[in-house]
């Protein structure tokens, strides 16, 4: 099948860093994702990574693939009220209009 | 305009009535998708059509019924909806390429909020 599973809620205090996991069942895909929905907005890219890799730094924001075990995290560094949002992982499943499998999403509360 | 329009942003509705969500795309892609985001639950694709022809419709009741008549364009009509059809509707773009397993970006509109009373 293909699943994307993450947990629900991650609460951290401001300046420390944030790791939201996934965990996903379909390996065919050659991109993995991770995006991101403010409240009121739709989902917006905020990073991704390329299935042949097994790290992608980008700023504060560091992606770790583990293929073998099907888990990806997203590492936020200095983690800031803005960054309060909901973090969703997509595995880009196979088909030519490149389909976008997503978990339930992570919300992340960031706290004084 | 620019990027994922969704009109209404919020709409309430009842058991018998029926009603249409309607997105825009204005970035040039020819795929367009359906997702609906229930609380707790993975955002679930319903519908995606590509090229305007529908190309994945994941087992979603037929009281959901898509339409895109061109490629900017993209309409969920509903009818005799039930309760736990409430939920956030989105609807999202990206530029397709047939048999190409690259890197592809979707964009998505601020959703649809209804509410089935």
């Known amino acids: 099948g293909e699943d994307v599973e993450q947990s629900l809620f991650l609460s951290v205090r401001e300046g420390d860093s944030s790791v939201i996991n996934c965990t996903y069942t379909?390996?065919?895909?050659?991109?993995l994702y991770w995006y991101k929905q403010e409240p009121g907005a739709g989902l917006q890219l905020l990073t991704y990574i390329f299935s042949n890799m097994d790290m992608k730094q980008d700023q504060r924001l560091t992606v770790l693939l583990n293929k073998k075990d099907k888990h990806l995290s997203l590492r936020i560094a200095d983690t800031q009220t803005g960054d309060s949002a909901i973090y969703f992982c997509?595995?880009?499943?196979?088909?030519?209009?490149?389909?976008?499998?997503f978990g339930a999403g992570t919300r992340l509360a960031v706290h004084p | 305009e620019t990027g994922v329009t969704q009109t209404p942003r919020h709409l309430v509705m009842g058991m018998t009535n029926k009603k249409s969500l309607k997105c825009e795309q204005h970035l040039g892609h020819n795929a367009m998708y359906w997702y609906k985001q229930s609380a707790k639950k993975p955002l679930e694709l319903m519908f995606v059509y590509s090229l305007e022809e529908r190309v994945e419709n994941n087992s979603v009741p037929s009281r959901f019924s898509p339409e895109c008549p061109n490629s900017s364009h993209l309409f969920l009509h509903l009818h005799t909806l039930q309760p736990e059809d409430s939920a956030l509707y989105l609807c999202?773009?990206?530029?397709?390429?047939?048999?190409?397993?690259?890197?592809?970006?979707?964009?998505f509109g601020q959703g649809t909020r209804l509410t089935v009373v």
């Open positions: 379909d390996s065919s895909s050659t991109y």
């Open positions: 999202a773009s990206s530029q397709a390429r047939t048999g190409y397993q690259g890197r592809t970006e979707a964009f």
């Open positions: 997509a595995n880009g499943a196979s088909g030519g209009y490149n389909k976008l499998i």
